[in-house]
Structures are given as structure tokens and as C-alpha cells.
């Protein structure tokens, strides 16, 4: 062989190795950029304005849980989006007893292989169409790149992070496989009830998925895997009505109240404790006669000093870390409003809400793949917020059928307060640290 056949050979080989590990420490190295994801990149940044533009556009859209039309328009707004993305979109009403507007679900299949990922937010937000606080506001008063308005990070942030990665992937042609599903609720700040119908078509989704995102919040060293859950719970104690005279007597007893904080103190030395668990009574009322208001957080009781009391209604909600410690904590409660003071009854009622998001193995090892996407954008790694500091959120619902992360919007403040606030710089980190995740995720 010639010299310079051997020279031609040696340039054909070398041609095509740089073609095909361009970037060989991210071909191993999952906290480094391929150049396929470094002109994603620059894919977020091309559409940066006009993604702001759209935030301005669906916050100015006041869509308080009450206000139906008002969320379903917003909505209508991310229909019309994914479906230019080619997305097949529904809106999903929910009874007209429930006073809820409904849920919007869009879904692509991008090939027969490939994950089933569901990304979650919701479009409802806490200010009521009279609020005065409704509109995005850019003002000098503001530092740096903050930006004020009503569900600005709760979460319409969130939601608009999901549309523009989902296109900043689509238009670049960098998704071939797999399938994804876009699931905003009209209710998480309220849910509709009965939650096995306002939830159903959200958890029917999530069980056919192999991965849920939830996009509320966000953190630059931070993400959701665990979250505890919450319930409800209903004390009603019942006495004997008499003159306060002869209470304590054989035939009179203890009555309603004195048994009531019989029953609250047990609660608390008894069942308080366990790490993540906590139960609170929220409101009570007692006397001789007393009346529930239109909702759970009202009550008319009437009563004398001279009357033993007859009746005492106590609720409350508790927190757990998973349904065994509910069950746990439940069972303890019961067994203690078993041991009556004499001539008194009591009974209680428990109605599930959040069911508890348990810190699971594979929800870490998805927190990794996300912490590693972090680091490759310059970040510090990624750490589990503490469930037990953590509230309740859609994504709980999903949590028992499928591996599931949250908390991985952008971050601002003032949540549910006229001050909630976004940094724009954080928005449009997030939204290429998801488009690089969700890259990664549909090749994978």
C-alpha cells in the first residue's frame, strides 16, 4: 500500500470518528452537553421573548378555581399551542354539581418505542375574578429580571415551561420516539369533590405512564420526590343535657365538652410523635346546641354556664408519610374516643384527600438523571426537599401508580399573595434544563 493511500485511509477514519463522537466525554459523561443538546440550547434561547410574551399573555387571563370560563379559556390558549405541535387535545368537563371547569389532556406519540412520559401542571390559580390583583407587571420597582402577577409561579410558569421545551424539541426534529401526555388540572387549588371523579381521568393517565412530572414550583439545588398526604377527620361527642348542678352526677356524667378535650388531649399524648405524621383540630364548636356552617370551616354553637353541655363537633386534618402511618394514626384515634367519659358517646369520620407520595427508589433514580442534567448546565447537583416540608400537590394522586418527581419549574416568591413573583433568568434556565431532561429521557 502507498503512502498515500495509507494517508487517505488515516483522514477517513478520523473524519468520520469526529462525526460520530463529536463530543465523546458526553457520549459517558451524563453531566456534560452533547453538541446535539448544546443547539437545544440555543433552541430555548431563539424563543425566549416570545415565550415570555405567552406567560404575559395566559397570567392577564384570570382563571381563579371558581371562575370556570376563566380557566377554560386559559386552557383554550395551551390547546391551540400543542396542537400546532401536533398534539390530538381534549377538554375534559366535570359534572355541573362539582362547580369545577374541567382539565385539559394533550397527547403525542412520537413512535411505538420509547418512554410514556406525563408532564403535569394546573391552570386554576387563588385569585378570584375580583381580585385586584390580576395583571403581569414589569416595573423599574422590581430588581433585575423579576416580573409580578396573579399565578405567576403557581403556575402558569410551570405550564408555559412544559409548551415551549416540548417545542423547542419538536421544531428541531430531536424527538423520533416514545410518547408524551400533558395533563393541567382546572382544580388543584381546590379540588372538586368527590376526588374518584374530579382525579379519575388524572390517575387512569398516570397508570398507563412510566414517568409523571409535575412542573409546580422549582429550585435551583432542589426537587420533589416525597410529599406527605393529608386527610380530614371529624370529631362529634355527645352528653347529657342537664342543669350543671348535678354533672359528674351517676345519671348526668361528664357531658359533651369535658369529654371532648378528653379525647383532644389523648390525641396528643398519645398519638403524636411518629417523624412526618401531624393532625390539628382546626375548629370546634359545643354547647347545648350547635350547628354546622355551609362549609367545614364554620360552625354556630349556643350555650350556657349552668348547662351541661350536650354536643360538641371538633375537625381537623391530618398529615402522613405514607397510608400506613395514616391507618396507624387513625386506628390510635379511634381506640381512644372508644374509652368515653360516663354518659357520653363519641364517633369520628375520616375523609381521604392527598394520599401521601412516598420517597420511592426509583423516584432517586430519576432525581439523578435530573441532577445530572443540572449539573451539565453549570448547577450544583440536586438534592430530595424534606417531605415532611412539603404540602400536598396533584402529583400525590399519581405518586401510588408511577415513578414521579415534582418542584422542577423555575423558582420566584409570594406565592397566593398580591407580591408572587418569577425571575426570568430562572424561567428560562428551566425551561432548557427540561428540554435537555425531556431530550434525554425520549432517547433513552
Excluded at 412520537?110 to 407587571?137: C, N, R, W, Y
Excluded at 403524636?272 to 360552625?299: C, Y
Excluded at 412539603?390 to 422542577?408: I, N, Q
Aim: a neutral charge.
Amino acid at each position: 500500500m502507498s503512502s498515500i493511500s495509507k494517508i487517505l485511509i488515516l483522514c477517513l477514519v478520523a473524519f468520520s470518528s469526529d462525526k460520530v463522537f463529536s463530543n465523546p466525554q458526553a457520549v459517558s459523561n451524563p453531566q456534560i452537553l452533547s453538541d446535539t443538546e448544546k443547539q437545544i440550547l440555543l433552541s430555548v434561547e431563539s424563543s425566549f421573548k416570545s415565550q415570555v410574551d405567552f406567560l404575559e399573555k395566559v397570567v392577564n387571563i384570570n382563571s381563579g378555581t371558581r371562575n370556570k370560563l376563566g380557566v377554560k379559556a386559559v386552557g383554550e390558549v395551551f390547546i391551540q399551542e400543542f396542537n400546532k405541535l401536533g398534539f390530538n387535545s381534549t377538554w375534559i368537563d366535570m359534572p355541573e354539581k362539582m362547580d369545577r371547569a374541567g382539565h385539559m389532556l394533550s397527547e403525542r406519540r412520537f413512535g411505538a418505542d420509547g418512554k410514556k412520559i406525563m408532564l403535569m401542571g394546573h391552570l386554576d390559580t387563588v385569585f378570584p375574578i375580583d381580585s385586584p390583583f390580576q395583571k403581569f407587571e414589569r416595573t423599574t420597582e422590581l430588581e433585575g429580571a423579576k416580573v409580578k402577577g396573579p399565578g405567576i409561579t403557581d403556575m402558569k410558569d410551570g405550564n408555559t415551561i412544559i409548551l415551549f421545551a416540548l417545542k423547542s424539541l419538536i421544531d428541531g426534529g430531536y424527538i423520533n420516539k416514545g410518547t408524551v401526555s400533558v395533563f393541567f388540572s382546572g382544580d388543584e387549588e381546590s379540588s372538586g369533590k368527590p376526588i374518584s371523579i374530579s382525579r379519575k381521568e388524572m390517575i387512569e393517565l398516570a397508570k398507563r405512564s412510566d414517568l409523571a412530572l409535575n412542573f409546580e414550583g422549582g429550585s435551583p439545588g432542589k426537587a420533589v420526590i416525597g410529599r406527605r398526604g393529608s386527610s380530614n377527620w371529624a370529631l362529634t361527642v355527645t352528653g347529657k343535657r342537664a342543669h350543671s348542678s348535678v354533672v359528674f352526677s351517676e345519671k348526668v356524667g361528664a357531658g359533651a365538652i369535658f369529654e371532648s378535650g378528653r379525647i383532644l388531649n389523648d390525641f396528643y399524648q398519645q398519638v403524636k410523635g411518629e417523624h412526618g405524621l401531624t393532625f390539628n383540630p382546626g375548629v370546634i364548636g359545643g354547647g347545648t346546641f350547635v350547628e354546622e356552617g355551609d362549609d367545614d370551616a364554620s360552625m354556630d354553637s349556643y350555650g350556657k354556664g349552668n348547662v351541661v353541655a350536650q354536643k360538641v363537633i371538633v375537625k381537623g386534618g391530618l398529615r402522613f408519610l405514607s397510608e400506613e402511618q395514616k391507618e396507624r394514626a387513625r386506628e390510635s384515634m379511634r381506640q381512644i374516643i372508644a374509652k368515653n367519659l360516663p354518659v357520653t358517646d363519641a364517633s369520628i369520620e375520616f375523609e381521604d384527600s392527598y394520599p401521601a407520595m412516598t420517597a420511592t427508589d426509583a423516584n432517586r433514580a430519576e432525581l439523578k438523571k435530573f441532577s445530572n442534567v443540572s449539573i451539565a448546565l453549570g448547577m450544583k447537583p440536586l438534592t430530595a426537599y424534606d417531605p415532611t416540608k412539603r404540602g400536598a400537590a396533584d402529583v400525590s394522586f399519581v405518586a401510588p401508580y408511577v415513578t414521579s418527581m415534582d418542584a422542577l419549574g423555575s423558582w420566584g416568591g409570594g406565592s397566593h399573595t398580591p407580591d408572587e413573583w418569577l425571575d426570568l433568568n430562572t424561567f428560562k434556565l428551566s425551561t432548557k434544563r427540561t428540554a435537555i431532561y425531556l431530550y434525554r429521557l425520549l432517547n433513552e
